[in-house]
Every structure is written in C-alpha cells, then in structure tokens.
C-alpha cells in the first residue's frame, strides 16, 4: 500500500508539472536601438500581409491611446507565421510546440528600433494582442498624445 500511494504521489507530481509547463507567456524581445527625443506620439503606421491579425493590433493600439496614420514616424511591421502553412516535411512528421507566431517589429524609416515576438500553442485572441503590445509600448517608453 505505501508502495501504492508513493507511485500515486508521483503521477500527481507529473501531470502538475506538464499542467503548469504547458503554459507559455514568455515573449522574445530584442531591442536593436534606443529611441531619441520625444516618446509621446500619436500614431503609427502598420504594413503587414495577415489584415485580420492588423484589425486586432490597431484595435488594441486604439485602446492604449495611438492611432494608425501613413505619416507617422514610426513603422510597425506585423508578421505572423502558422504551423499549418508551413512545407518542412520534418515538422508535419515530428510536430511543432507552437501553432504560430505574431510579431511586431518597430521601425524608424529603414532602421529596425526593436522586435517583440510570441509563439501561440491556440488561436490569436484580443488578451493575448494586448499583452503583446502594452509591453511594446512600455518597453519603448511610448506616450499617447493628448487629444486636442
């Protein structure tokens, strides 16, 4: 019976583990250069390929206080990758750990300011957007511009 219960014990203790492992928030971040002057701006402007992933990312940029503007300063490149499109015979065969990537990459004309990168194991959701860019904009010191 003590034999019993240790081997319970353990099963308990794994599945805790693969519970709490399975959770990822970690974010890749890379800062290429420190933005100079004045941190308070109004807008940015977006590129991208994937426009529902745009639509979620300038919603959550709207509720931070930013607006989307072709004459901005600053540049945000929104990438994403699946899984699912993806034509590596080895990944199909093996699995990923990830469903995909979104990332934001900031720009200042040519010159790449920062990147902050997030693998996602389900769907893209609006918490999951809003993470991503409230430790953009803190990362990178941004200030919304008073209306008027």
């Known amino acids: 019976m003590n034999r019993f219960n240790t081997i319970v014990k353990a099963g308990l203790v794994v599945i805790l583990l693969l519970l709490t492992s399975c959770k990822d928030d970690s974010l890749f971040i890379k800062k290429y ?3 100079k002057g004045a941190k308070v701006v109004k807008s940015f402007s977006f590129d991208t390929d994937n426009y529902y992933l745009l639509d979620k990312v300038q919603r959550s940029f709207r509720k931070f206080g930013f607006d989307s503007s072709k004459r901005s300063k600053y540049r945000i490149s929104l990438t994403s990758h699946y899984v699912i499109n993806c034509k590596n015979p080895v990944v199909h065969a093996l699995g990923a750990d990830f ?9 200042s004309g040519k010159k790449e300011l920062y990147r902050i ?4 194991k389900t769907r893209v959701t609006n918490d999951m957007i809003d993470s991503i ?5 803190k990362d990178n010191g941004f200030q919304p511009a008073k209306a008027g």
């Open 117 to 120: 990168q997030k693998d996602f």
């Open 99 to 107: 469903n995909g990537f979104i990332r934001l990459s900031l720009f």
């Open 33 to 35: 250069a420190d933005i």
């Open 133 to 137: 860019v409230k430790r953009f904009l």
